[in-house]
């Protein structure tokens, strides 16, 4: 606790707005994901906490990538993707070294199907509280508008994540199912957040 309580006021307090409240709804959606698939206090608590500071890599890019609104050059896409290596020396700078916390750091950008990055980890080979703020993640980016994209609706969310379970292609399939099939009690969450953060 002492730990995470020195990164937050060393580093997490400097990120924008925008980011501290979208990681504060990613904590929210990745909690209820993680009670709806019975995963453990331990872990449940592991994903309190580091889902607040899955992006922390990103404090060491430069803020006019980060802010950008409009499509991002091949350059810097290619820096954007360091940010969960650059996350995980951050924390192990503070002394964290339990490798679940590492991992839901490092690979919360990493896709079923490999795609992903940074080391295009594949199927079980990613961390399952990874998969979990991932899909998270991707749920409430989504759902907010930004200044290069509209917001989505629920019905649009939920069909790009039944798209996805057909397709195989980004979320552990055992997760985008549970959540498929609970999706209702998302609504409400997606929604408010979604309404809060359009004002």
């Known amino acids: 606790m002492k730990i995470y309580n020195k990164m937050w006021n060393d580093q997490i307090k400097r990120f924008d707005r925008e980011t501290l409240e979208h990681s504060s709804r990613v904590e929210t959606l990745s909690i209820m994901i993680a009670n ?3 995963v453990s206090e331990e872990d449940k608590n592991i994903l309190k906490y580091v889902s607040k500071f899955h992006d922390i890599g990103k404090l060491k890019i430069s803020k006019r990538i980060i802010g950008k609104t409009s499509k991002l050059s091949q350059r810097e896409y290619e820096i954007i993707k360091q940010h969960p290596i650059t996350g995980v020396n951050i924390l192990k700078s503070y002394g964290i070294v339990d490798q679940k916390i590492l991992d839901v750091v ?3 950008h990493e896709n079923w199907d490999g795609t992903g990055y940074p080391d295009k980890l594949k199927g079980l080979e990613i961390s399952f509280l990874a998969s979990v703020v991932h899909l998270a993640d991707v749920i409430e ?3 907010v508008k930004r200044p290069y994209k509209k917001r ?3 019905i649009m969310v939920k069909k790009y994540l039944k798209r996805d379970l057909l397709k195989g292609k980004r979320f552990n399939p ?3 199912n549970t959540v498929i099939n609970n ?3 998302f609504n409400f969450i997606i929604e408010e957040e979604t309404e809060m953060i359009n004002k």
Do not use: D, E, K, N
Request: hydrophobic residues 55%; proline residues 0%; aromatic residues 16%.
């Open 36 to 38: 709806l698939c019975h």
């Open 106 to 108: 490092g690979q919360h």
């Open 141 to 143: 980016a989504l759902s």
């Open 152 to 154: 989505w609706s629920v």
């Open 174 to 176: 055992f997760l985008l």
């Open 183 to 185: 999706f209702s009690i």
